[in-house]
């Protein structure tokens, strides 16, 4: 606990809660302009499309925010050279348990902002009806350990470079290969494609009447082993990560 709170002391005036708003004001701005000034049949599917729009707007922006949120946390240490120094103070790994866990707040506090949001959004288009809250709920799930998992990796490449850009630069190609991904499949086994694999609704578009149909996903095998992929990542990065912290401290 108390490494946990020289961690937020530490960022006290990094400004990072303002970063990471303004980069999700961004994908705000991105849900709110697509699908502005919804028809009637927009309004009946309007609760299930936001559960097919956010993982797709997440697929891109999300490998760009968490690479930013790992960089701001980890460039302390190397910018003091203090990992050696640390170890003096307290036990080997502390250091990185902080960090995850200062991570996982701020990830946290970005998923819920994304939520509301969304519901908010949808009971301001006037969406007939009410959000199918199990499907919502289980989004939510998703859509954290997706960011946990992209941000444990992000976290371990700051860790591996002193130089912040090579993990910056990382997680923008992660953007560019999950925008890469999604028109390939609807799942992919990497971790910067588990949006993809998590989204929970497809959709059918009739080229005659231009017409777009939502639906509800019904996973195939494979599918569910793609979901289950998003788990596993997480384990591992989270175990290579603090093997790293480990060895760095000394």
Not at 139 to 156: E, G, M, R, T
Request: with cysteine; aromatic share 14%; net charge positive.
């Amino acid at each position: 606990m108390i490494t946990l709170q020289m961690e937020f002391q530490k960022i006290k005036r990094k400004k990072i809660a303002l970063t990471m708003g303004a980069l999700i004001c961004v994908q705000f701005a991105w849900l709110l302009w697509s699908g502005s000034h919804p028809d009637e049949s927009e309004r009946l599917e309007g609760w299930i499309s936001m559960l097919y729009s956010l993982p797709l707007v997440s697929v891109i922006m999300m490998p760009t925010i968490m690479s930013v949120l790992a960089s701001r946390l980890a460039d302390v240490e190397h910018k003091g050279n203090t990992y050696k120094l640390l170890n003096t103070l307290r036990r080997p790994g502390a250091l990185y348990h902080a960090k995850v866990i200062c991570g996982l707040l701020f990830i946290l506090a970005i998923s819920a902002a994304q939520f509301i949001f969304v519901i908010a959004l949808g009971y301001a288009r006037g969406y007939a009806g009410h959000p199918e809250w199990k499907y919502y709920a289980t989004a939510f799930v998703l859509n954290l350990a997706c960011c946990l998992s992209l941000y444990l990796l992000q976290l371990l490449l700051s860790m591996l470079f002193f130089n912040q850009m090579i993990p910056l630069v990382a997680g923008l190609g992660g953007s560019m290969l999950g925008l890469i991904l999604m028109y390939v499949k609807m799942y992919s086994f990497l971790p910067w494609g588990g949006f993809l694999s998590a989204a929970q609704v497809s959709m059918n578009w009739n080229p005659e009447t231009r017409v777009i149909h939502f639906f509800y996903r019904e996973y195939s095998p494979v599918e569910l082993c793609a979901v289950a992929a998003i788990f596993v990542w997480i384990v591992v990065f989270y175990t290579a990560g603090r093997i790293l912290f480990a060895r760095k401290e000394a």
